[in-house]
């Protein structure tokens, strides 16, 4: 199995550019998580969404971040406009409820930097 | 005050010496208790799952949970080079909605 797999692994922008953050989870897992982590504040969970639909989304830290799953094999993280707080490894994550142990499995992230 | 917290280190330990982490929690509701281990620029991944309170050994690692004092541990035995990474906590009330606490970075040197 390929894991999670997310895209861009490394992306520098300018602040107030729109930012899109990808992710595949892996097939036949109907969870998919995204968290933000940061030394500050560590990983937090943004949002999670249980067969394409999101579930909770008290985590997003504000309207300018946004994400869609728009079928089982994708979904997007938006962040509109990017700030330099924004910096941040982004992780997508999925699972399905009958896994052992709860294992969620994490991506490689992606490495966020807004100048 | 944070849901979980857990020391950030570093902690620096010769090779083959046992290595305790600690995270502390205030919501009684956590019934799940979870390791993960982040190797630099990697994602997390599981080391170590308890339910509620009580003791689960795997291999050289063992994970403690104290529900009456909010208190979780993960011990270490015989720690080598390549348990080198950073070492986080997660709770959960019983949902997908994991809280991790922020890591403790952990060096083993030979």
Known sequence: DAGVIQSPRHEVTEMGQEVTLRCKPISGHDYLFWYRQTMMRGLELLIYFNNNVPIDDSGMPEDRFSAKMPNASFSTLKIQPSEPRDSAVYFCASTYPWLLRNTIYFGEGSWLTVV | ?110
Do not use: H
């Open chain 2, 1 to 110: 005050q944070k849901e979980v917290e857990q020391d950030p280190g570093p902690l620096s330990v010769p090779e083959g010496a046992i290595v305790s982490l600690n995270c502390t929690y205030s919501n009684s509701a956590f019934q799940y208790f979870m390791w993960y281990r982040q190797y630099s620029r990697k994602g997390p991944e599981l080391l170590m799952y308890t339910y509620s309170s009580g003791n689960k050994e795997d291999g050289r690692f063992t994970a403690q949970v104290d529900k009456s004092s909010k208190y979780i541990s993960l011990f270490i035995r015989d720690s080598q080079p390549s348990d080198s990474a950073t070492y986080l906590c997660a709770m959960s009330a019983g949902t997908y909605k994991y809280i991790f606490g922020t890591g403790t970075r952990l060096k083993v040197l030979a």
